[in-house]
């Protein structure tokens, strides 16, 4: 038993920091998106529009994953 709890201690450790890996970038990301991406209203071109296009695929894809959505439902 004793070796169990520390390998569910491992796991929760680990665990735990992965969460707060994640946390980070979410914040990141929200603070990016509050600027706009940097991208002022007049300088907006196609370029922006795709790379934000791009962004959104990955998180679509992380999101369809963590819901089971899309591709990922059950």
Request: charged share 30%; hydrophobic share 45%.
């Amino acid at each position: 038993m004793h070796s169990r709890t520390r390998d569910n201690t491992a796991a929760l450790d680990a665990f735990l920091a992965k969460k707060a890996e994640i946390d980070t970038m979410l914040a990141r990301l929200q603070a990016l998106s509050a600027d706009h991406f940097e991208a002022s209203a007049d300088e907006v071109h196609w370029g922006h529009v795709g790379t934000l296009g791009f962004y959104a695929e990955q998180l679509k894809r992380i999101t369809d994953a963590a819901f089971k959505e899309g591709e990922h439902a059950e």
